[in-house]
C-alpha cells in the first residue's frame, strides 16, 4: 500500500521540543525527495524542509523560519524521515504533513509533490 502516516505531533509550551516522523511505505521512501510542509489555519501550506538524496549523501534545505531549530534526516533502515524541532515558538503552531516527490528534484511548490500524509497537529503556547 503506498501510503505515508506522520505521528509525534503535540501541545508543547514556547521553548520546547518536538519529533515529528512520517513512516513510509517502501515505494514512497524510495523517492528521492521527502520533504516536510506545514499549513496553519487561514493561511497557504508552507514547505519547512526536504531532503533530497543523491549518490553521495543527503541535501538539506530549510525554510528561513525554522532554520537552526529544526533538523529533517532519514533512517532508511525504518523508511522513516524525521523533523526534530527545537526551540519551538508559537508561530509554529500548524499541522505538520509529509510529503514524497519521485521526480529528480524537491519541487518548490506544494502542489507538485506526488504523496501526502495525512498531517500531525503541533500546537506551540506562550
Known amino acids: 500500500q503506498v501510503q505515508l502516516v506522520e505521528s509525534g505531533g503535540g501541545s508543547v509550551q514556547a521553548g520546547g521540543s518536538l519529533r515529528l516522523s512520517c513512516a513510509a511505505s517502501?515505494?514512497?521512501?524510495?523517492?528521492?525527495?521527502m520533504a516536510w510542509f506545514r499549513q496553519a489555519p487561514g493561511k497557504e501550506r508552507e514547505k519547512v524542509a526536504t531532503?533530497?538524496?543523491?549518490?553521495?549523501?543527503?541535501?538539506?534545505y530549510y525554510a528561513d523560519s525554522v532554520k537552526g531549530r529544526f533538523t529533517i534526516s532519514r533512517d532508511n533502515a525504518k523508511n522513516t524521515v524525521y523533523l526534530q524541532m527545537n526551540t519551538l515558538k508559537p508561530e509554529d503552531t500548524a499541522m505538520y504533513y509529509c510529503a514524497a516527490d519521485r521526480g529528480a528534484y524537491c519541487p518548490r511548490a506544494a502542489s507538485e509533490y506526488d504523496y501526502w500524509g495525512q498531517g500531525t497537529q503541533v500546537t506551540v503556547s506562550s
Open positions: 531532503i533530497y538524496s543523491n549518490v553521495i549523501n543527503y541535501i538539506t
Open positions: 517502501e515505494y514512497i521512501y524510495s523517492s528521492k525527495c
